[in-house]
């Protein structure tokens, strides 16, 4: 049974809106810009979208490293074992 892709682009938007991630928003902007916002203002824009752009790649490139070694991994410990269908 597969997902319609709406249908899990709207969880995941609704997922990021709860409560318990809103405090974390902040220190996820923070991570991403490398930086504070007073240092954000005291920066010229160009820097501030050079900057913002490289490190939010990079950071989506992280994430998708780890993510594709996890799966890669895992597909890797139940190979031949019959425990996973694929």
Do not use: D, Q
């Amino acid at each position: 049974m597969s997902v319609p892709v709406v249908m899990a682009f709207a969880a995941g938007i609704l997922s990021f809106l709860s409560p318990c991630i809103i405090p974390m928003i902040s220190v996820y902007l923070t991570l991403v810009t490398g930086t504070t916002l007073e240092g954000l203002k005291e920066k010229p824009a160009e820097w501030r979208r050079s900057v913002i752009m490289v490190n939010t790649l990079l950071f989506v490139f992280g994430f998708t490293v780890v993510f594709v070694l996890a799966g890669a991994a895992t597909k890797h410990s139940h190979y031949g074992k019959g425990s996973v269908a694929v």
